[in-house]
């Protein structure tokens, strides 16, 4: 038995580029992950622009936190998107699940005191309503 189960692409009847999508959403995943879990501040000063103060260390850890969690998210993302692509509704279906629930947060439940808004709270939105997209194309069966 290996590692991975050998790949399911050749099942997928939709749109391959929703296939794709959903693997630019990945890589898209990927690179805030690795910023979050790697990067001195996890990027909560220089690009999400909070001035940490006190609870530094408490601020960098839960970025940390999340970068793991958008590592793990975005590696299976990607083995969808490359090696199990009937997965790939389901998928995106979660991508607009965690988007719409950031940009409701971000927008309505819980806005920053500060009216700043990371680059994420604008990316959410729209990639909602391109996820979206993608979840319909990648329903209907390719045309032969």
């Given amino acids: 038995m ?5 790949s399911t692409n050749g ?3 939709g749109a391959r580029s929703a296939a794709w999508f959903l693997a630019l959403a990945a890589v898209l995943t990927l690179i805030p992950g690795l910023i979050h879990s790697f990067a001195p501040s996890g990027g909560a000063e220089g ?3 909070l001035d940490l103060g006190a609870q530094r260390s408490l601020v960098i850890g839960v970025f940390a936190w999340e970068g793991a969690t958008q ?3 975005g590696l299976g993302m990607l083995a969808v998107a490359m090696r199990y692509r009937p997965l790939t509704p389901l ?8 988007r719409g629930l950031m940009t409701l947060q971000g927008w ?3 806005p920053p005191a500060s009216g700043h808004h990371p680059p994420e709270h604008f990316a959410s939105p729209v990639t909602v ?3 979206a997209i ?5 329903l209907r069966p390719r045309r032969t």
Wanted: hydrophobic share 75%; aromatic share 12%.
């Fill in 134 to 138: 993608f979840l319909i194309l990648s």
């Fill in 71 to 73: 590592l793990a998210l």
């Fill in 129 to 131: 309503v391109l996820a």
């Fill in 47 to 49: 690009i999400a622009g």
């Fill in 2 to 6: 290996s590692f991975l189960p050998p």
């Fill in 91 to 98: 998928f995106l279906a979660l991508v607009i699940v965690e």
């Fill in 108 to 110: 309505v439940l819980k």
């Fill in 11 to 13: 099942q997928y009847l």
